[in-house]
């Protein structure tokens, strides 16, 4: 998905993306890649300039179009994907650092100049210093290399003092200071500043920028052309596997490649959302330097390194002839390398996110805390209410909730139990209204009820149910009277869900079931649950199962525990003898169970995707705050960064995929690619917590209660995370066929 969300974004987007196809076509790019390695401006560039897109972020009052950092991202992702060549980039990353400086002559000159289209390059100054000199500065030093600097009219430097402090200038380079470097990204040049003893007056000096904005102005623009390189990938993958044939079928038909090419996608959709999350934390309202701190970290720890990794692998899925020259993927790749590289440090952002989740989270709120105040006002005296009233009813155990008692009653009357769903059970509230309701829960310190598997369960009844079960089942399970479980997987059946062995024979007033499920959550504390049986067993596999409500304490029932590695028993086998089914407990009709079941799993895929538990960023605090690690506290901070980042790259898909469907966008790829980052978020981050345990891992506290906190049995607790709601196997193979449309 690209990085437009709202119908103005998406205009802009298809108008530049038409735009650079007839402008700037690749084979062009590739007549004058010499001429661009030499610093030369690109054909098209006065055809940008006449366009506008140079200046698209600059102030009106300054010459430019007085857009945000966001709309600039959208521009710079089209062009990305287009492999647009020559200084746009390294020209909006320094005339977006001089607008973020305070007002000066200095600021002014630059900004109207770079309006007019002059070309430009931003050195951090890396290796540059600065001393007192006659009112002014003399700079001396190397840089290392900078992106567009050979060719640039400005370059926009920043040197340290000897007492650390940064000096900026706005520089036209002399003779001899720009030393020409070989560029991995052949369309673009790189060099080094060389100066020796450069006077710079006082009136060629900028206002010191916040360095928080400088960070995140670079992340965001270097990975939003990172965006638009990995969507370039995964097109390009898709559209050759499934027209290059082998074996007489196409090549996009074998699993193996489905799922490389499935994970191209993960990887640019995460990319993608990571870029969007740094271009939006430029548009805060309130300028907040750690939220902007946080944003910058996760793209040189997360967007900017899998650029390169998308492109290594995409590389691989072209086979022999995208190792070519002619081809065009090395030019992407070389990009790729190109744009991480430029942000500097993997392992140092790692520690820097690190440092900066220790005092801070990203707020991925999306309404303002005054947004609804008529239902706020409505909120805040049925929640106040429910804080005088008792927990009275049965506390939790397991993994099931506390069980009713009169403040679940409160709510559930007020319809706060399920906000979403319609009247008469919920406010029908879309993601605004459910928001601001549990901002309002949050901030009372009042947790809201889960009804855990009937969040599955009661949209499909919703959905599919008679008014009579609807009227039985939903409002009970709402007042945390009735619990349920889902008796779906079996012993012989594992991934294949459709190849269950339970039969459900007809009789009179209703149906005996018989077979065996296994992996059970919750089933020793369920009242009832939704169970798949054959009804069938001559129709095809998916055609002949249905879907029954099944009462747990019915004679031929039999719960038992399966206890797991971690030594909790969070899962149970159930055993079916003969258990009796009325009619009225049939939902729908018979046949239609694999339809039903569809519904179920996608509310439970669409829940979990929205959760993150096992080796969490919570747990690598509690370790650092113990002490209980070997390596040094540096090595964890670097850890608990990386979790941060694969936590926030969920949360950054999340919000997007909230945002999108305000907007009425379908996205498509949302759950299952949602879902398969966590899963890949859970497994790396209780691993990594693992490596800087060392020796204290040979320690593992036994679980007492509904979770534990230890490490090693939070990781040996990963199967439930990874296998639960459905497998990464089965969710790229989901991406492969229906999002990518890769051929069976």
């Not at 710079?76 to 305070?102: C, D, M, Y």
């Not at 009735?482 to 062995?501: K, M, N, R, T, V």
């Not at 296994?518 to 067993?537: F, H, I, K, Q, Y």
Request: net charge negative.
């Amino acid at each position: 998905m690209a990085l437009a969300l709202t119908d103005d974004q998406r205009d802009l987007a298809d108008s530049v993306a038409a735009w650079a196809r007839r402008v700037a076509p690749i084979e062009a790019t590739r007549a004058q890649l010499d001429d661009l390695a030499a610093g030369k401006r690109p054909e098209a560039w006065d055809a940008l300039v006449q366009q506008g897109l140079h200046a698209i972020h600059l102030p009106e009052e300054d010459g430019g179009a007085g857009a945000g950092l966001v709309e600039l991202a959208v521009v710079t992702e089209q062009l990305g994907r287009a492999l647009h060549p020559g200084p746009f980039l390294s020209t909006v990353l320094a005339s977006a650092v001089v607008a973020a400086a305070p007002a000066s002559p200095v600021r002014s000159a630059a900004l109207a100049r770079f309006a007019d289209g002059a070309t430009g390059a931003l050195s951090d100054g890396a290796g540059l210093t600065a001393t007192p000199y006659d009112g002014g500065w003399l700079l001396d030093g190397e840089s290392r290399p900078v992106l567009g600097l050979p060719g640039a009219e400005l370059v926009v430097v920043r040197a340290t003092t000897a007492a650390g402090e940064p000096v900026w200038c706005v520089l036209t380079p002399a003779a001899g200071e720009v030393v020409c470097e070989p560029a991995a990204d052949l369309s673009r040049p790189v060099g080094r500043l060389v100066i020796d003893g450069r006077a710079v007056p006082a009136t060629e000096v900028l206002t010191a920028p916040a360095v928080e904005r400088v960070e995140l102005v670079a992340a965001a623009l270097l990975a939003a052309d990172a965006a638009g390189v990995a969507r370039w990938f995964v097109d390009a993958v898709v559209d050759h596997v499934s027209t290059r044939e082998q074996f007489g079928v196409p090549v996009g038909s074998f699993q193996a490649v489905q799922h490389k090419a499935a994970l191209l996608l993960v990887r640019a959709e995460t990319i993608g959302a990571v870029a969007w999350d740094a271009a939006r934390a430029g548009g805060d309202e309130h300028d907040d330097p750690q939220q902007q701190r946080l944003a910058a970290a996760q793209v040189g720890l997360t967007a900017l390194p899998a650029v390169v990794d998308l492109a290594a692998e995409a590389v691989l899925l072209f086979g022999g002839i995208g190792f070519t020259w002619e081809h065009d993927a090395h030019l992407y790749w070389r990009r790729a390398i190109s744009l991480s590289a430029a942000f500097g440090e993997e392992a140092t952002w790692a520690a820097r996110l690190g440092s900066a989740a220790l005092d801070a989270e990203r707020d991925f709120g999306f309404v303002a805390d005054d947004a609804l105040p008529d239902l706020r006002a409505e909120l805040a005296t049925v929640l106040d209410a429910a804080l005088e009233l008792p927990e009275d009813g049965v506390p939790a155990t397991g993994w099931a909730p506390s069980r009713g008692g009169r403040r679940q009653e409160h709510l559930a009357d007020a319809r706060l139990v399920a906000p979403h769903y319609p009247e008469p059970w919920g406010r029908a509230a879309g993601p605004q209204e459910q928001a601001v309701i549990a901002q309002e829960f949050a901030r009372r310190a009042l947790a809201q009820p889960s009804t855990v598997i009937g969040e599955w369960v009661l949209p499909t009844l919703l959905l599919h149910g008679t008014p009579g079960q609807q009227q039985r089942f939903v409002d009970p399970t709402l007042r945390g009277e009735i619990f349920w479980c889902q008796l779906f997987s079996e012993p012989g059946a594992g991934s294949d869900l459709a190849g269950l062995s339970t039969r459900a024979r007809k009789v009179d007033g209703g149906w005996v079931l018989t077979g065996q499920k296994v992996w059970n959550s919750m089933a020793a504390e369920a009242d009832w649950g939704v169970c798949l049986a054959r009804t069938d067993p001559d129709a095809a596999k998916h055609a002949g199962i249905s879907y029954f409500l099944v009462d747990m304490r019915s004679a031929g029932v039999d719960v038992r525990p399966l206890r797991q590695a971690t030594g909790l028993s969070e899962f149970n086998e159930v055993f079916l003898d003969d258990v009796f089914v009325p009619d009225e407990c049939l939902v729908a009709e018979p046949g239609a169970g694999w339809r039903l079941a569809v519904t179920t799993l996608a509310n439970e895929r669409l829940s979990m995707g929205a959760r993150l538990s096992h080796g969490s960023s919570d747990l690598v605090r509690s370790v650092l705050a113990s002490g209980a690690h070997e390596a040094g506290r540096d090595a964890v901070v670097e850890v608990l960064g990386r979790c941060v980042g694969r936590e926030m790259a969920l949360a950054a898909l999340n919000l997007r995929s909230v945002l999108a469907r305000i907007d009425g966008l379908d996205l498509g790829a949302e759950i299952s690619v949602q879902k398969v980052c966590n899963a890949l978020a859970q497994r790396d981050n209780s691993r990594d917590l693992l490596r800087v345990l060392g020796r204290d891992a040979l320690v593992a506290v036994p679980p007492t209660g509904k979770h534990t906190t230890d490490p090693v049995i939070d990781h040996l607790g990963l199967p439930a995370v990874l296998v639960g709601g459905g497998t990464i196997e089965i969710q790229l193979n989901v991406i492969a066929r229906r999002v990518l449309r890769l051929p069976r």
